[in-house]
């Protein structure tokens, strides 16, 4: 169990980059470097989302390896995730959130 969570753990991580680092499709029925409350942050967005997926997958890594500091790593990536994410609020990003608080919460859980 301690793996599959640790892969979830990562391929969270993972997902900001796919999401936030291509170029802004036209197409899309949202820009993730468009903030509602401060309009243009694509360059913080950019770097929160980096600073989320190294982040959880340090944590992912250190779950998976039963490592003493996964719990705190863990607990600062999903919360830089949560302020990416509403930085760039949009109402697809309420999954996001969600899945964010359930890590926070499992994560203290075990500490």
Do not use: C
């Amino acid at each position: 169990m301690r793996w599959i969570a640790g892969l979830f753990v990562i391929a969270h991580g993972l997902v900001h980059l796919a999401i936030w680092l291509p170029k802004p499709d036209q197409k899309a029925p949202f820009d993730v470097g468009r903030s509602p409350f401060a309009g243009n942050v694509r360059r913080l967005a950019s770097a929160l989302a980096i600073a989320a997926a190294v982040i959880l997958a340090l944590g992912g890594i250190g779950l998976i390896g039963d490592a003493s500091w996964w719990i705190p790593v863990t607990v600062t990536g999903a919360a830089a995730s949560a302020a990416l994410l509403l930085l760039t609020f949009n109402r697809w990003w309420l999954i996001g959130l969600g899945i964010n608080a359930a890590i926070i919460v499992l994560a203290l859980q075990q500490a």
